[in-house]
């Protein structure tokens, strides 16, 4: 049965089966089915996309009218559509899943070819494009790098010709156009799908981020060896259903016509399919070279032209002399237009580029605007950073939250009862001012806290102060309590984290705990309840004795973290019984993970301050976190392989998704990866991200593995296989045993400034040569000596030296070609 006539036959079909009926509204398209229908429809072995419900929400009664939407459209492809109300038909299985209202299921031959949450179907396009998709898996091979779409050439090649189709993401209106055009074509053609960006570099597409969609053709029918290339057009206009349709039909067009008639009475498909026609000259002394010529020519505009080679020289051909090329538009009634060009790149540009008619007027505009832009560089700052300040210059701060401290004051202020936090700047420095900003929202937030107070120091003004507090790097803070050495401040500069540091800071490190409830108390938070938003776990140490070497070590290492973490210390004799309830053998850690509780111990055996400090600053590390661009800096320490799972949203796949991750952590089976997680909506600068290391943002949620050593390689694991973690564990082994291609490659490109900086110092060698040049003490020293030797000067009549080359004759020949 030919796909054209499905349509009709399973029309038929749907006329014959019992127990359908149509919806209770009456306006309605979407059918509904009863228990036996649905069985009817099993055993018909037809294709049938069915909903099974039992209540409409208010974002379910828009899936519904989507989904009403795409019944038309699908029964053109003899797909029913349908849905069961679950609250009057019980349909074993379909009915009785949890959760059911976000599931639909496409069946075909009494089977279940794929299920889809509403979240993944959600309009008409997303609906038609997967259901199309599935229906043809077999047929519409998916591809992520170079290597698999030349596997598929080879395969064809001298059989078939081969589409394929970039789209952003799946279920998009792009998508869905490319499925329909494979429903229809796909006996004719091989259709290949791609998301990436490393396929659209092999295509030679150079800025593949740029392009969200697009169509090539590969002529690989034609091509008898398996070592040459199949030659390939691309669709120059936007991804749509009429568009393939008509990039299709040229692609199927002959390459070139030859004709011995007027150019206004030739008549091609061309015409039928609103493209322009070329016409290019030829007489029979030089008909080999001309045709040769026009084949090179047609194969440039395949698709966006067709191309005519005429006999002038024939008694019927009446064309007007000294002219070349002619070509007429697809517009009706449009005239044949007579030019006269010298090469073959003039003849390309007249479709590549449009009309050349007005283009001095063009080019001078396209100089003016270039010129505009020019200027508008010289506006931008060389760093963002100051760039944000002079953008923010006319904001007033509220620096009265702030005093400023000198040399007389500063003493005094940081002696005086409670917390003192100082931050040294310069008021010239763009970063200062930038954090400037920050540092007083963090002022105004702990205005109610009466034992922490906020100054600043202008270095600028008292260098003595900052040379006294070692404030080398600018801008510095520092956090001065009585009895206690001032604590620097090592964290971003930002407002969150410096307000976690002030109100960590303020906390006892450790906190001394004398009972088992009161390590009991610890663990669950109640003595820290205000500081859990700001720490991510707690960490309690055991010891038989406070006195032992490694209690020592650990309050040491206590007071180094303080302002990261809370930490507590339980050494006591009965702590060694109350850690058995917890499995852990002392000197041992306990943290509790907020705000869960969730606890995770670990032997103490290291005899350093430093190395339990590292050993607590993993620990405390969340085993999936979130990625954000505070966090991120901490993680990449690890040095580990990133396993990043995109996402942007927070529904159901996305959070089945982590729970899969999680489940491989559990087992210890990603103890080699650094397993996280980014969301988009939450951490914009995730999509760059995720387009530098692909080329393009592909179907969400998506798992990237990101190797970090030297190869920088970059792996995407397949939207088409569900992400369970046994098929993210298999995916793993085979990216290890090199079994799977990298989808990209980590670039080394070096990020400088957008503009060149400004060399001051070639400013003043301008005005005074030499003035400004760095000069060893050897140079002055012969230029002393030269000056005494006082040698004779050039003749101000000396010629100059010519280095230029002498006019040299071409060594290519012009082409002398009659009518190219």
Known sequence: MTRQAMPTMLLLLLLCVTGVRGSTEADSELTELTSNGFIKVLDSGRAAFIYFGDAVSPILALFLKQLEKSVEVLEDYGVLVAKVNCAKEQVPTYCTIEKVL??????????????????????????????????????????????????????????????????????????????????????????????????????????????????????????????????????????????????????????????????????????????????????????????????????????????????????????????????????????????????????????????????????????????????????????????????????????????????????????????????????????????????????????????????????????????????????????????????????????????????????????????????????????????????????????????????????????????????????????????????ASLPALILSRTPNSLIHTLPLLSSSTEEVVSIVRRAALHPLPELTVLNLPSYLELGRPLLILFVDRDDSESVHARQELSTLQDRGQLDHYMPCWIHLARTPAGRAVLESLLGSVPQLPALVLSQLGSEGEVFLFAAQQPLLAETVQRWLSRVQSREEEPSGVLSDEQWGPPVPLFDFLAVMDEAVPGFAAQRTEEEEEEEEEGERADPDPVPESSPPVSTARPPQRSDLPKHTHTEL
């Open 102 to 583: 976000k599931k639909v299921y496409l069946f075909r031959g009494g089977v279940v070819l794929r299920s889809f949450t509403t979240d993944t179907v959600f309009d008409e396009n997303a609906i038609v494009a997967h259901v199309l998709f599935a229906l043809l898996f077999n047929e519409v091979k998916y591809v992520q790098t170079p290597a698999e779409l030349q596997n598929i050439e080879k395969a064809v090649k001298g059989r078939a010709d081969v589409v394929l189709a970039r789209v952003q993401a799946l279920g998009t209106a792009e998508h869905r156009a490319v499925m329909e055009a494979a429903f229809v074509y796909g006996a004719e053609y091989q259709f290949v799908l791609t998301t990436g960006g490393m396929v659209l570099q092999h295509m030679g597409v150079e800025e593949s981020s740029k392009l969200t969609a697009g169509l090539w053709f590969l002529h690989c029918k034609l091509v008898s060896r398996r070592s040459e290339p199949c030659r390939h057009s691309a669709l120059k206009k936007p991804l749509s259903t009429v568009q393939i349709y008509t990039f299709l039909k040229l692609m199927s067009a002959p390459l070139l016509m030859e004709v011995s008639a007027d150019p206004a009475d030739v008549k091609t498909v061309h015409n039928h399919l609103q493209c322009p026609v070329l016409f290019l000259f030829t007489q029979r002394e030089t008909l080999v070279l001309d045709r040769s010529t026009a084949e090179s020519v047609a194969w440039r505009l395949r698709g966006e032209a067709g191309v005519v080679l005429v006999h002038r020289d024939h008694p019927g051909v009446n064309v007007p002399a000294g002219h070349n090329v002619a070509y007429r538009l697809p517009a009706e009634g449009s005239r044949v237009k007579y030019l006269t060009l010298q090469d073959v790149e003039g003849v390309v540009r007249l479709f590549t580029e449009g009309d050349r008619v007005g283009e001095e007027e063009e080019e001078e505009e396209e100089e003016e605007e270039e010129e505009e832009e020019h200027w508008s560089v010289l506006d931008i700052l060389d760093d963002e950073v100051s760039e944000s300040v002079y953008r923010d210059r006319s904001v007033n701060l509220e620096s009265h939250l702030v005093p400023a401290l000198t040399a007389q004051t500063f003493s005094t202020a940081v002696a005086a009862a409670g917390h003192t936090v100082v931050l040294f700047y310069h008021s010239w420095d763009a970063v200062s001012m930038a954090f400037m900003q920050s540092y007083l929202e963090v002022a105004s937030m702990m205005q109610d806290v009466v034992d922490v107070s906020l100054a600043r120091v202008n270095c600028g003004d008292w260098t003595e102060v900052c040379t006294n507090q070692n404030a080398s790097q600018i801008p510095t803070v520092t956090l001065f309590s009585p009895g206690d050495r001032p604590r620097r401040y090592n964290g971003m500069l930002g407002t969150e984290s410096l307000h976690s540091f002030i109100r960590l800071s303020r906390m006892p490190a450790p906190l001394h705990l004398s009972s088992e409830d009161e390590a009991e108390s610890f663990l669950r938070g109640d003595l820290s309840h205000s500081l859990t938003p700001h720490t991510p776990v707690l960490v309690l140490g055991l010891f038989n004795s406070r006195l032992e070497p490694g209690s020592i070590v650990f309050q040491e290492a206590c007071l180094a973290l303080r302002g990261e973490l809370v930490t507590g210390i339980f050494a006591e004799p009965q702590a060694s019984q109350w850690a058995q309830q917890y499995t």
